[in-house]
């Protein structure tokens, strides 16, 4: 990513709020069922209501986005609702997380697929999660559709390919009311080797937001 990049999230959210209700994506809210709180990394958070969600729960959250406007509202969104999420402006092209650190990983409405895959399997501890859910087949032939670029949407069948080393838990291809989505849910199944004391303590490029969990 870019100054650009930034600066183009930035205006998207330049007016956002944080939302009056809580809520988070059903594919997460169903894909954690049952499973008890941990250490968790939500990479390109956007304005935070996941990562809220899961802080809520108990999780340990830290959370990443390239924009500082948005994690603003995220950190305004957590205040509301008691937690402390670690709230960390970075660009993933330089953020390096220590490995086998996160018991869960998440990704929504963002898609990397030179970078991310290899991000995400090394901070996963053994045995731990990942929760992705990002266009999919079929978005851009929607009425509705607002992407410019298709290289932001999944080919079919795409996204367990993406992660080869991690046992894959679930995997569709849908059409939501409002947008065209590949879900996955993949467990580590490689053992991790690396100190995990302090999650994100290798970040090369990134800071956290005052008041945010730090």
């Known amino acids: 990513m870019s100054v650009e990049d930034r600066q183009r999230w930035d205006r998207k959210y330049d007016h956002a709020r944080p939302a009056g209700t809580l809520q988070a994506d059903s594919w997460l809210v169903d894909s954690l ?17 996941n990562s809220v969600w899961l802080a809520t729960l108990g999780w340990q959250v830290d959370a990443v986005d390239i924009s500082p406007r948005g994690l ?18 970075a660009d993933l092209d330089h ?17 990397d697929r030179n970078h991310l895959p290899g991000l995400i399997t090394r901070a996963l501890a053994p045995g731990g999660l990942l929760v992705y859910e990002t266009f ?74 005052p008041g945010s969990g730090e």
């Open 95 to 111: 953020f390096v997380p220590l490995p086998g650190a996160y018991d869960l990983v998440i990704v929504f409405r963002f898609l």
């Open 136 to 209: 999919g087949p079929g978005q851009c032939e929607r009425d509705d559709n607002h992407l410019k670029n298709p290289a932001f949407v999944l080919a079919p069948g795409e996204l367990p390919e993406l992660f080869p080393k991690l046992e894959t838990i679930r995997y569709e291809e849908t059409a939501l009311p409002d947008r065209s989505v590949g879900r996955f849910v993949g467990r580590q199944r490689a053992k991790i080797t690396g100190h995990a004391g302090s999650p994100g303590g290798e970040t090369n490029s990134g800071s956290s937001l």
């Open 33 to 49: 069922r049952d499973t008890p709180p941990g250490r968790s990394l939500e990479l390109a958070c956007g304005l935070g209501d």
């Open 72 to 89: 603003a509202v995220a950190a305004e969104l957590a205040s509301r609702h008691n937690v402390t999420p670690r709230l960390i402006a």
